[in-house]
């Protein structure tokens, strides 16, 4: 069971910023909640995660399978309770005409799944979708609760202003990866408010080059009737108590995840070339999702 907080940090190599404020990109719902809905479903989702406890005390004990199963209802359950509903495509393979790749079927064994970054729920609605690890921040290991959710539901966590760290982050990530995970990430390293997105910072892809497997792109949106929902974004000095009384308090919230193929790299190339090669094509992927590429519903 995993939950990502953001926290304001200096800017560094490693956390990189977005011009996103909540004065400037956040816009009113088209349709809200009433005061009664918002009340149920704050106290619902307070519910949720006191049960989160318990069961992340025991799945410390399940196989990395069970684990990530349970995370993934868990994280439905969370969802569900802050009015959110969750609706997955299938978007297409992906021809880059500056760097050749090798696209596999989205159901071929485990993946770095890569994700634009717009929300604290943006980790909830990528393993509410796909079984996975996610890498969070962090800073979410420093809080009792929140860290027992983490650590059940397998959350690897990076800290963005220790660089010297980043080599044992990805052995990591490589290790999970090797062992048949999924484990997820999100290469802008930081939040934009969804009408745009930041570049894919290379450094994690390294973890799928190590381990042979396929990067996944994923693509997110928050929606409100067909309609891009900014009021779901966290973004600049916004606070994660403004964030979660806004989310609750929109209707109809969708979050559409993209998931496309599996993308490789045929030939082999130097390890700095061959990160920056599957962050471009991947980037370029997830991009032509949020600006209304093709996709096709997939059955939950």
Not at 236 to 261: H, K, N
Request: proline share 8%; glycine share 10%; net charge positive.
């Amino acid at each position: 069971m995993n939950t990502l907080v953001h926290l304001p940090l200096a800017p560094s190599a490693w956390t990189p910023t977005s011009p996103c404020t909540p004065e400037e990109c956040l816009r009113e719902p088209s349709a809200t909640a009433g005061p009664v809905r918002r009340t149920a479903r704050i106290v619902g989702a307070v519910l949720v995660i006191l049960l989160g406890v318990p069961l992340a005390l025991g799945a410390r004990r399940f196989d990395a399978a069970r684990r990530a199963r349970l995370t993934m209802v868990w994280s439905r359950l969370l969802l569900r309770a802050l009015g959110i509903r969750i609706e997955t495509h299938r978007g297409f393979a992906f021809v880059s005409g500056s760097v050749e790749v090798r696209t596999e079927p989205a159901e071929t064994g485990p993946a770095l799944l890569v994700c634009n970054h717009v929300s604290w729920l943006d980790p909830l609605v990528v393993a509410a979708s796909i079984p996975c690890r996610p890498l969070a921040k962090s800073e979410i290991a420093q809080w009792p609760l929140i860290r027992t959710l983490a650590a059940g539901g397998g959350a690897m966590f990076i800290d963005r202003d220790r660089l010297g760290g980043l080599p044992e982050v990805v052995a990591g990530m490589a290790a999970a990866l090797r062992a048949g995970e999924n484990v997820a990430a999100f290469p802008e390293g930081t939040t934009w408010c969804g009408r745009e997105m930041g570049p894919f910072r290379p450094a994690v892809f390294q973890a799928a080059l190590d381990a042979g497997v396929p990067v996944r792109p994923l693509a997110l949106r928050f929606v409100q009737g067909g309609a891009l929902a900014t009021g779901a974004g966290y973004v600049g000095d916004d606070t994660l108590l403004a964030s979660i009384l806004r989310v609750v308090s929109i209707r109809g919230l969708v979050a559409e995840v993209t998931v496309f193929p599996g993308v490789r790299l045929p030939r082999p190339r130097r390890r700095c070339e061959a990160r920056k090669a599957l962050a471009r094509v991947t980037e370029a992927q997830v991009r032509t999702a949020l600006v209304g590429g093709e996709r096709e519903p997939v059955a939950a």
